[in-house]
């Protein structure tokens, strides 16, 4: 596609609820991020793939969160036993040789 | 580690006023920067990046940011503010790794009164 396409947009979730959120690169992006963004504060590292391989998780914030992306092209972003404290924006973006390209974001709020 | 510092997380100009949003970045290597803009409910947009070429850098929208390393300094500006500038920004560093993943800062909502 000609961007990257997050999906939902908006997710409500129940405390304890687990939750996926879905990333579509562009087409051809080897590598894909996730990013957390808290209310009020910038992006914050989540982690890396390079095709399927899972390069980099060390922003992961506990082991409730897991993310895959098993043919290399669609990310999903999996929150386990969600909190509150997981409420924010999750945005992906995919890299290609014109450098990053961000989705508009999936907003989670827990209650 | 690289990391970036953005002093004032709000900045208020009047329209056609000068724009300056401040960001310090502290990196241990040459550093790769960049300027994003953030609108409501969207995604991170770039304005422009710094690679090591030029130390002025133009951006879109009119705006540019001036490289200084001895002022570990990415500061961006734009000559005349319009209302459609109202917005959240982001400087942003790239850790050199294998992964090149961004480290942003904490943001600066820019607001235009008319």
């Known amino acids: 596609g000609a961007g990257v396409s997050q999906s939902p947009r908006y997710k409500v979730a129940k405390r304890g609820q687990d939750v996926a959120l879905r990333c579509d690169p562009i087409s051809g992006h080897v590598s894909l991020f996730w990013y957390q963004q808290a209310l009020g504060q910038g992006p914050e590292f989540l982690t890396y793939?390079?095709?399927?391989?899972?390069?980099?998780k060390s922003g992961l914030p506990s082991d409730r969160f897991f993310a895959e992306r098993p043919e290399g092209s669609v990310s999903t972003l999996k929150i386990q036993r969600t909190q509150q404290e997981d409420s924010a924006v999750y945005l992906c973006?995919?890299?290609?040789?014109?450098?990053?390209?961000f989705g508009s974001g999936t907003r989670l709020t827990v209650v | 580690a690289q990391s970036v510092t953005q002093l004032g997380s709000h900045v208020s100009v009047s329209e056609g006023a000068l724009v300056l949003l401040r960001c310090n970045y502290s990196?241990?290597?040459?550093?790769?920067l960049f300027w994003y803009v953030q609108y409501p409910n969207q995604g991170l947009q770039l304005l422009l990046k710094?690679?090591?070429?030029?130390?002025l850098v133009k951006g879109i929208n009119g705006f540019e940011a001036e490289f200084k390393k001895s002022e570990t300094s990415f500061h961006l500006t734009k000559p005349s503010a319009h209302m459609s500038d109202a917005a959240e920004y982001f400087c942003a560093v790239r850790n050199n790794n294998a992964g090149n993943m961004l480290t942003f800062g904490g943001g600066t909502r820019l607001m235009v009164k008319p």
């Open positions: 710094y690679t090591s070429a030029a130390t």
């Open positions: 793939f390079q095709n399927e391989a899972q390069l980099d």
């Open positions: 973006a995919s890299s290609g040789p014109y450098g990053y390209t």
């Open positions: 990196s241990s290597v040459p550093p790769y």
